[in-house]
Structures are given as structure tokens and as C-alpha cells.
């Protein structure tokens, strides 16, 4: 909402320059964006008089100019115009002045002739014909008889272009502060000045408004109330200079006298107007009711747009004639043999005008300012305003009475009036008489002990309210600090725990962390090879997707890691190391959301990347995060994986993770040139199966036992099953297991492998003997060679 400086003037005296102003009024609840003086771009351009126009000794179509300044001697000016005579009265750029867009003027010469500044058209001052209709559009503009023509002065004083203008941020709950009088009301309070409060009079010219015009209201649930008046003999031309700067001002282009009336008063009063042709409004009814499905109209802007019933429009006898609260039709505009017309001020239910508005993709500052849910109590004022406008600017003859059709419901809101609540709530200390100067400088009434809220406060509510009104005119930034009365027993719960845990050990390791979308093309299941079958196909379908490449829900995070990974390795990324915790959505039915499973998902490719580096990290996350007793199983029939470097996350029957090598044809689908990693944990078996728990060990008191074992196995058997079956047969003295040497070559059996262990062992209460370390290695050997496994000789 943009106010004008001079507008507002109108109703507070107010002496404080602009940027106090604008401080002030934030502080207040009225939040200024911006503010600027209009034509401050404008420098050393004056008001100057044509005594002499002679023809260009060198040109055929230019001019040489004597020029009056208001000084002892004229200046001489060439210029190319032809709309100028003796006696015109122009603006004069003088040497070193800035015209509008920061163009600079200096003296000079044309063709031979010197030219000691420019005389300025429209579009030089910032300015177009509708802020000055008599002007020429392409010449140079001459002052007419609404301008200061006192010679030397400057320009923007003489034609009214030095008003301020402020822009408001205004919120969607106050729609009273979308108007002039709004605004002002909030100044008066905040500077403490009273608030001049205007009663529109009209005196009419006869008639009966009945006899020309008859309401009827068919939806009073989307239509609170209707005013109508007639004005006969109208007689279109521009408006008044005064009128046109403000509406400029305000960012209105003014157009011609009834147009701008109406635009004038929707500012002003925050109430939009319309005026219909009388002649076209067949019966000279107007009726408000809902549209007929498949009916059309075409409005102000010449489109044609078919209406549904939903929307409100406002009819003759036969035909739509506006969408209500929208825009009008194409033939209830103000033409210029326009005789009679109809002036309108109503209010439409906010959201029906939104729905409209948005249907028909139209939005227009009327249907922005319905939708918030304007006061019908300001019909009535808005219209009187008009009319009397009207009269002032003798653009026609008001016909006398006023069609109020009224269908809103009365009722008045009332709260109690407690100061001590007030201040026990905001922290203050105000008294009870100056809270009550605050309410009423806003139009709240006191009485009695109940406060009575204005009709177009429709936000005030609750006491809270109340006490936020008279905390921004006491000021928020002289409430004093306090502690907050309770107290804060916030914490983590276990599962951000974990998932900091989680982070922060993946970090170290060197990975780094992304976060991908969680909705992918369903093309992606085919290129990680998903067969067709695979429930993991059936995902819940966003109903309106960014595109089809965001159209569904991921059931696997893969093809987002895959993603990540291609992204980095067509973009030269030598090397990647990647994590992402994030959800995985499982569709179970219809009737129910989807089940959200957090996994925990890595992938890596480059130098020094293999299975090993992989397996590696999730051992350790596993190790950090508690969990134990974790066995890997090898994994043949995976599709997207390579069939012989998968292996599954087993905990005892239970699989908590996977890890393998990207397949060679998946990674052709994702353009990835090199062997690449992917692996998965279950956050749920984190939190279930892992222990945070940390006991205190002191160092050990007595010596440890070291003994090297070499094995001969089968080569598909899994290191780990062997470092099972020797932690169970050593018992509760051993301390670790580390496997030193796998090899397979000649001195082996073929398709077999030999693999080593450094075994330690160590009792907590005395030194191991060689009898006791050697019977717990026997025991391991043993072990072994009931599975098949030999000791290596």
C-alpha cells in the first residue's frame, strides 16, 4: 500500500520528517518498506517563459529559444519542437541538470548554434499525458493553468511532483490499514495527534434513486451488503490536478473523472467501487446472485470467461454484468457518451472473491482487497464519498436517496476491559487511563469496564488482542526485559541421538553429506534393473508433480545416491565418498500414509574404493553405534548389484543393511565410468539393536597371550564365520581377533584359501599360563575342523 505524504495530510497535522516517520510507523505495527520523494531525481530544471521563438539558421525544423528564467537575462535554448509558441510557459533543464533516468543536461552547441540546456517534454520529468491529459504526448510539455507559472522556480514544485510517498507492508489481517484513512488513523495514534475525521455531504439534485434503479440480493451469504446510487448528466472529462497526483502517487494511472473517483475512494477508504452504464443494464435492475454453469461474460479487459455456479456475479434482468468483487463487464465501463450511470459499493464474502479470482486467473486490486474480508459497515461512507466527489468536481448530477440493500448480520464485539491482566501478560506497567487513551485513539470504545471494537477490526478477537494494540502504541522497544516464566527442559530424543551419532562417525570417516528429493521418476526403478514385480514399483503417485521426473515417492534411496554419484563423476569428480539419511516410503494400502522407514544410505567411487573401504565404514558405524553379534552373507540375486561382491546385514535372522558393488549395466544407466559402492543400514535397527551405553574398563593389570593362526578353507567361506567359531571355542579370555593375511596361490589347494589371525588373549585377574593360552587355541582348532577347516601346516 503505497500513502501519499499530502493525502495524509488530510486527516493528522503532522511536522516530523519522512525518515522519522517511517521509524516510527514500524515500531507501531505498520511496517514501512521504502519511501522516496516523488521527481528527487530531478535537478536544476525550472520554470521558464518562450519570449522568442526564431527559425534555426542551419535547420528547417529547429528552433532558437529566448528564454525567461525570472533573472535579468534571458537564455538562449535550441530546440527541435514544434508544438511551442511565444508565451508558453515550459520546464528548462538548465547546464549541469539531470533529467528523469539520471540523464545529464550541459551546455553546448547545434549545428553552430549555443544551447545552454533543453527544454523538457512529459517523458524527461518521469511523467505520461495521464498525469497531464492536455499535454502532448511527443512535444514539449507547456505548463497549463493548474501549474505555478512563477518564472525560476522549480519544476516539481510548479507541477506538483514533490509529494512523498511511503510504502506499507500490510498484513493480511488488517484491511482497514489498505486505505488513507486506515493508515492515518494508525499515524494519529502513534504521534498522538488527533485524527480529522471526514463526513461526506451531498446534496442531490432531485429525483427519487428508486425510480431509476431497483436492487435485489439473491446470496446474502456471499453478498453482506449492496449500496447503489444514480448519477444522471454526467459529464466525462479529466480529473483535477489535485486528484490526479495522488492517485499517481498511490500508483493509480488516472484515466478521467468517474474512473478516478471511484479508484480515489477505494484509496482513500479502502472500499472498491464500481460505476455501470446505466443503459446497459437491462431493467434497470441490478441483481447479485450465483453464475449458471457455462454462462460467460467478457470483461473490462476483453476477454471472454466462462462462469460455474460457485461464483458470484452481479446481473440485470438477462445477463452477467461483473464478476462480483472482481472485475466489471465489458460494456459496464465509463465511455465517453456514457449520460447515466450507477455508482456501486459492496462487500462479497473473501473467500468466494478469492476462489473466483483464482479460477478465472484474474486477480485485480478490488478481489485482493475482498478477499481479506472488508466491513460492510463502509459501504455506506465509501458511496457517500463518491457522490460527493462528484458534486465537487461538478462531474455530474446526483440523484437523490441511496439504495442500501443490507444483508450482514450485527453484531456487536465487546471484551472486558482489565488493565492488570494487560499488564501481567505484556510485562508492563501502564495505567489504566492510558491504556484507555490508547484503545479510543484507535476507535476502540471504553466504557463501563468493556471494551466495544470497531466493525472493521474483524482481527481483534481475544484479550490478547487487546494487549497487542496497546503494546505497539506503548512502544515494544520500552517493554523491559524479564526472564521467561517457565522453564525449558528440552533435550534430544534417543533417535536424534543416533542420527547425530550417525553423522557425526560417517563424517569422520571422510563421507560426505547430501540430501537428494524424496519423490523420483518411476523410470529409475528400471535403470537400477527392478524387476517388474517388485513391490518396491508400487509407490504412493504425487497427485500434482513438479514433473514426471518428481512423480513419485522413492521406495529405495538408491537411484537418488546414484544420482548424486553420476552427477559428480560427469562433472570430473575424481573421487566421492557419500551419506544420506533420509526415508524411504512404503506404500501398504489406499486408506493409509505410506510407512516412512529412515535409512542410512552410502555410496563412493574412486582411487582407493572398493567392497573392503565400504564394509570397513559400516563396521565402524555399527561398532560406534553399539550394535553387535552381526554377521555378512553373501548376496547372489540382487539386480542391481553385482552378483558376486553383495552381501547382506545379518543379525542372527533379522537383515539390517546391505552393501555391494554397483552392477556393470546399472552403471551404464547412470553414466558412471567406474566401479561405484552403494550400502544401506536400517536407522530402526540402530535404535533397537544398538547400545550407547559406555562402561569404563581400566587398563589391564596382567600380560596378554598372543598366538598366530593360519587356516585352510573353503574359498566361498566367510572370514567372519571363522573368527565366530574361534571367539566361541577361546571363551570369555579372549581380548581380539584380527585376520593379518588372506592368500590363495599355488602352495593352496585349488579354490580353496589360507587365511590368518593374531589372536590375543588376557585374564582380568592373573597372567595366563602357556598350558591355559595353548588349550584355548586346541579348542579353536577343534572347533574348526568339525566345520571342515584345516590348520595350515
Known amino acids: 500500500m503505497n500513502l501519499s505524504k499530502k493525502w495524509l495530510l488530510d486527516f493528522v497535522d503532522l511536522d516530523v520528517c519522512d525518515k522519522k516517520f517511517a521509524d516510527e510507523m514500524t515500531l507501531s505495527g505498520s511496517k514501512v518498506e521504502a519511501f522516496e520523494v516523488e ?57 549541469d541538470s539531470y533529467i528523469h533516468a539520471g540523464q545529464h543536461i550541459v551546455k553546448g552547441k547545434l549545428r553552430g548554434v549555443e544551447s545552454n540546456g533543453m527544454l523538457c517534454s512529459l517523458g524527461e520529468l518521469g511523467l505520461t499525458v ?13 505548463l497549463g493553468d493548474d501549474c505555478d507559472k512563477t518564472l525560476g522556480i522549480d519544476i516539481r514544485e510548479s507541477i506538483g511532483l514533490n509529494d512523498t510517498v511511503t510504502e506499507f507492508e500490510i498484513t493480511s489481517n488488517r484491511p482497514d490499514c489498505l486505505s488513507i484513512i486506515g493508515l492515518a488513523r494508525e499515524a494519529s495514534a502513534t504521534f498522538g495527534v488527533p485524527f480529522k475525521k471526514h463526513e461526506p455531504s451531498v446534496k442531490g439534485s432531485g429525483g427519487d434513486v428508486n425510480d431509476h434503479l431497483s436492487v435485489d440480493i439473491l446470496n446474502p451469504e456471499r453478498c453482506y451488503r449492496y449500496c447503489g446510487a444514480v448519477v444522471q448528466n454526467v459529464r466525462v472529462k479529466p480529473s483535477p490536478r489535485w486528484m490526479r497526483e495522488r492517485l499517481r502517487a498511490c500508483g493509480v494511472r488516472p484515466i478521467n473523472n468517474i474512473v478516478d473517483i471511484t479508484n480515489y475512494v477505494m484509496l482513500e477508504y479502502g472500499q472498491p467501487m464500481h460505476a455501470f452504464d446505466l443503459r446497459f443494464l437491462e431493467g434497470n435492475s441490478v441483481i447479485v446472485r450465483t453464475a449458471k454453469n457455462g454462462e460467460k461474460i467478457t470483461t473490462l479487459d476483453g476477454i471472454d470467461r466462462e462462469l460455474t455456479e460457485e461464483m458470484l456475479v452481479i446481473a440485470d434482468k438477462n445477463k452477467p454484468v461483473a464478476v462480483a468483487g472482481v472485475m466489471g463487464g465489458e460494456y459496464s465501463g465509463i465511455m465517453d457518451d456514457t449520460n447515466t450511470i450507477v455508482f456501486e459499493s459492496a462487500c462479497f464474502n473473501g473467500p468466494t472473491t478469492r476462489i473466483t479470482a483464482k479460477k478465472l486467473g484474474m486477480r485485480t486490486e478490488a478481489s485482493g482487497r475482498y478477499e481479506k474480508e472488508l466491513d460492510p459497515e463502509s459501504c455506506l461512507p465509501a458511496l457517500m464519498r463518491a457522490l460527493e466527489l462528484v458534486e465537487q468536481l461538478d462531474a455530474g448530477d446526483v440523484v437523490s436517496g441511496i439504495i442500501d440493500c443490507d444483508k450482514s448480520v450485527k453484531k456487536d464485539r465487546t471484551l472486558p476491559f482489565d488493565p492488570q491482566w494487560v499488564n501481567d501478560f505484556i510485562g508492563i506497567d501502564v495505567s489504566a487511563e492510558e491504556q484507555k487513551k490508547i484503545l479510543e485513539s484507535i476507535d476502540f470504545k471504553v466504557e463501563n469496564g468493556v471494551i466495544s471494537v470497531p466493525s ?26 524479564r526472564k521467561l516464566g517457565g522453564v525449558a527442559n528440552a533435550k534430544h530424543t534417543p533417535e536424534q541421538n543416533m542420527e547425530q551419532l550417525v553423522s557425526r562417525t560417517l563424517l569422520g570417516c571422510g563421507l560426505s553429506e547430501i540430501a537428494t528429493f524424496s519423490f523420483i521418476s518411476p523410470k529409475h526403478y528400471d535403470k537400477i534393473r527392478l524387476p517388474k514385480d517388485d513391490p518396491r514399483r508400487s509407490g504412493v503417485v504425487i497427485s500434482n508433480p513438479l514433473g514426471e521426473d518428481t512423480s513419485v515417492m522413492r521406495t529405495t534411496v538408491i537411484p537418488s545416491m546414484l544420482d548424486v554419484l553420476s552427477r559428480n563423476y560427469n562433472n570430473r569428480n575424481a573421487a566421492a565418498s557419500l551419506f544420506e539419511v533420509s526415508n524411504e516410503y512404503i506404500w501398504n494400502s489406499a486408506e493409509k500414509l505410506p510407512d516412512e522407514n529412515v535409512k542410512v544410505t552410502l555410496g563412493m567411487y574412486g582411487e582407493g574404493c572398493d567392497f573392503f573401504s565400504l564394509k570397513a565404514v559400516i563396521e565402524e558405524l555399527l561398532y560406534v553405534t553399539g550394535v553387535c553379534g552381526y554377521d555378512f552373507v553373501a548376496v547372489t540375486d540382487d539386480p542391481t548389484f553385482h552378483p558376486g561382491r553383495t552381501a547382506a546385514i545379518m543379525l542372527g535372522d533379522v537383515q539390517i543393511g546391505y552393501l555391494g558393488e554397483i552392477h556393470p549395466a546399472v552403471l551404464g544407466n547412470y553414466e558412471i565410468g567406474v566401479k561405484a559402492y552403494v550400502g544401506q543400514v536400517d536407522f530402526a535397527s540402530l535404535i533397537k539393536y544398538g547400545n550407547l551405553k559406555r562402561v569404563y574398563k581400566p587398563l589391564p593389570r596382567f600380560p596378554a597371550s598372543n598366538r598366530d593362526l593360519a587356516f585352510v578353507c573353503d574359498i566361498d567361506v566367510p572370514v567372519m564365520t571363522l573368527e565366530k567359531a574361534i571367539s566361541a571355542a577361546v571363551g570369555n579370555i579372549l581380548e581380539s581377533i584380527t585376520l593379518f593375511d588372506v592368500y590363495v596361490g599355488s602352495q593352496i589347494p585349488e579354490n580353496m584359501k589360507s587365511v590368518a589371525f593374531s589372536i590375543k588373549m588376557r585374564a582380568a585377574d592373573r597372567t595366563l599360563t602357556d598350558d591355559e593360552a595353548d588349550s584355548a587355541m586346541k579348542r579353536a582348532i577343534d572347533a574348526l575342523a568339525e566345520m571342515g577347516i584345516k590348520l595350515r601346516s
Request: proline content about 4%.
Open 39 to 95: 521527481g528527487e531525481e530531478l535537478k536544476n530544471i525550472i520554470t521558464g517563459r518562450i519570449d522568442s521563438l526564431t527559425r534555426h539558421p542551419d535547420s528547417d525544423h529547429m528552433w532558437v529559444c529566448s528564454v525567461n528564467i525570472g533573472k535579468d537575462e534571458n537564455i538562449q535554448i535550441v530546440t527541435g519542437a514544434q508544438n511551442l509558441k511565444e508565451g508558453d510557459v515550459v520546464p528548462v533543464a538548465m547546464d
Open 130 to 142: 495521464h498525469d497531464f491529459p492536455y499535454a502532448i504526448e511527443d512535444g514539449i510539455f507547456v
Open 456 to 481: 472493521f477490526r474483524n482481527d481483534i478477537e481475544h484479550q490478547a488482542d487487546v494487549s497487542e494494540e496497546i503494546a505497539r502504541f506503548y512502544g515494544y522497544q520500552n517493554i523491559p526485559n
